[in-house]
């Protein structure tokens, strides 16, 4: 079965500052997508970064970006230039090539202090 | 409108009671999915529509569980004899694509608590 871990429960960055989140996975399957989504208090979830596995290259959107380690089994997230807005509940999820499910890891909280 | 749409937003059932979820996706959305968030939790699958097909149904947790998109737009999950164990968050994502390539836009959440 494949499985996501965060093992942050909880991360705190001061505003402006760099963080980096943790995120593992395990699959036998080697087509797979790599997401981290944003959930704020609203509970919507909001797509902030992909990573199709036959990539090499980090997916960057503006301040967020991934370090993938596909042998490593290791996605995680960096957010540069912290802003207030950034706080939110961060989930890693995982979709395999063959399946339509996401499997999400149980998230880790991010403080941003002003 | 432009957004994913949940209702109701909040519902409190006394157990026993039957509830009736209703998420609205983004107009000509082929896909769409209901996963469960338990409090503190990560979104777990619970099933998956292509047009009004359910072609995955294996993450409802029994039998009380039931969803249905019957013109292959609006999806309601229902729960019968609610059970305090079936509290959490429930949301509904739609995706403009079949298969699991396609960006899975979210809803807010229809938070259930049961009594």
């Known amino acids: 079965a494949q499985t996501v871990t965060q093992s942050q429960p909880e991360m705190s960055v001061q505003e402006a500052e760099t963080v980096t989140l943790s995120c593992t996975y395990d699959?036998?399957?080697?087509?797979?997508?790599l997401f981290w989504y944003k959930q704020p208090p609203s509970r919507q979830m909001i797509l902030v970064i992909r990573q199709e596995a036959y990539k090499q290259q980090n997916a960057t959107e503006n301040r967020f970006s991934v370090n993938f380690q596909k042998a490593a089994k290791s996605f995680s997230l960096k957010i540069s230039d912290s802003q207030l807005g950034d706080a939110a509940m961060y989930f890693c999820?995982?979709?395999?090539?063959?399946?339509?499910?996401?499997?999400f890891g149980s998230g880790t909280r991010l403080l941003v202090r002003p | 409108g432009a957004g994913v749409s949940q209702s109701p937003r909040y519902k409190v059932a006394k157990r026993g009671q039957d509830v009736a979820l209703r998420c609205d996706p983004i107009s000509g959305h082929v896909s769409l999915f209901w996963y469960q968030q338990a409090l503190g939790q990560g979104p777990e699958f619970l099933t998956y529509f292509q047009n009004e097909a359910q072609l995955d149904k294996s993450g409802l947790p029994s039998d009380r569980f039931f969803a249905e998109r019957p013109e292959g737009s609006v999806s309601t999950l229902k729960i019968q004899r609610t059970q305090q164990e079936d509290s959490a968050v429930y949301l509904c994502?739609?995706?403009?694509?079949?298969?699991?390539?396609?960006?899975?836009?979210f809803g807010e959440g229809s938070r259930l608590t049961v009594l």
């Open positions: 699959t036998s399957e080697s087509d797979y997508y």
């Open positions: 994502a739609s995706s403009p694509v079949q298969g699991p390539t396609g960006e899975l836009f």
């Open positions: 999820a995982c979709r395999m090539d063959s399946s339509y499910k996401l499997i």
